[in-house]
């Protein structure tokens, strides 16, 4: 559906847009699992479908206009990403994204993902419940995004400063650990979810909080920056796990996430559900084939940690990766 939206765009935003559906479609693959979480309520299944594939989409279409067009204006990505907000809140205007930006003729494609999430949100019976707290995990990806597309040491002076004034909702995190929980929409589609139950109780919006930030985020995209390794060093592109003063320190930082994201999962309603998207971003991305050379036996301590229960999630995603949907 979107690839075909997107081919109405102009040569240069719909390179963009397509690239960042063909490359990274196992995104939208993985984020779906959250449409299977509430038990019971089949009848917003498939609304939360395609809520949660149309953000997705959004973000790896405007993660492609920031990574490789060379654009470095802060207020630029800003406006770009507005449409992320726009998503989730009708009272933002969803209209003139790609202000100051190069190109602007998307044949209406970022509006129209916008005003998917929209709807698909107001159909949530709960939405409203958890919208303040999406937001406010939607400016921390915002603000990751721009801070990140600045250059050489300015970049790490920008990411150090913004971890520092952020420090009591992450105290025990690095700065690159802080940034790459920040840059994970699994926290927003999990409270998708919460809002399609019946019943939303506080103290389960604050309990998901604290066990998804910074720990599953902050799991999530470590090991997507762990296995584009390369990739991101090809492009000079910012690599978070680059930081670690040395592959040991690395292992044991991501071995001590991962626990803390087994441990405060534990604790959730539904806890079988949420454990198991942990172990599920442990096969998904440590069969990938880029773990390779010296970095499989770091890939391996890792799945090791997370048995007995990630065999049979790295068969189920050796299938999915046989097939070409992974």
Request: hydrophobic share 40%; proline share 4%; net charge neutral.
């Amino acid at each position: 559906m979107w690839a075909g939206r997107a081919k109405s765009a102009g040569s240069e935003l719909c390179e963009q847009a397509l690239a960042s559906i063909c490359r990274k479609r196992f995104h939208c693959l993985g984020g779906s699992v959250y449409s299977l979480w509430p038990k019971g309520q089949s009848a917003y299944r498939s609304g939360l479908l395609r809520l949660i594939v149309a953000f997705q989409t959004m973000s790896d279409y405007l993660d492609n206009l920031c990574d490789r067009t060379g654009v470095l204006d802060d207020s630029v990505l800003r406006r770009l990403h507005a449409s992320m907000l726009a998503a989730l809140d009708s009272g933002v205007e969803a209209s003139g994204f790609y202000e100051g930006y190069p190109w602007n003729d998307d044949g209406g494609y970022l509006r129209a993902l916008v005003l998917t999430c929209r709807r698909e949100t107001a159909a949530l019976p709960h939405f409203p419940v958890v919208r303040d707290q999406a937001i406010d995990l939607i400016r921390l990806y915002i603000d990751l995004q721009v801070h990140k597309h600045t250059q050489g040491l300015e970049r790490v002076r920008r990411l150090s400063s913004w971890h520092r004034a952020h420090l009591t909702s992450a105290p025990e995190t690095y700065w690159w650990e802080f940034a790459a929980a920040a840059g994970s929409t699994l926290g927003v589609f999990a409270l998708f979810a919460m809002a399609s139950q019946r019943h939303v109780k506080p103290q389960d919006i604050c309990a998901l909080l604290d066990a998804y930030f910074p720990y599953v985020t902050g799991l999530h995209i470590l090991l997507d920056y762990f296995i584009d390794q390369e990739e991101d060093a090809g492009w000079h592109d910012l690599n978070l796990v680059s930081y670690y003063p040395d592959p040991d320190q690395r292992k044991q930082r991501m071995q001590g996430i991962l626990k803390a994201a087994l441990e405060w999962t534990r604790g959730l309603p539904d806890a079988g559900f949420h454990q198991g998207v942990v172990l599920g971003l442990l096969a998904m991305y440590l069969t990938d084939p880029k773990v390779a050379g010296d970095r499989q036996p770091e890939g391996h301590s890792l799945l090791r940690t997370g048995a007995p229960y990630t065999a049979l999630m790295r068969f189920l995603c050796g299938r999915l990766r046989k097939s070409g949907r992974l």
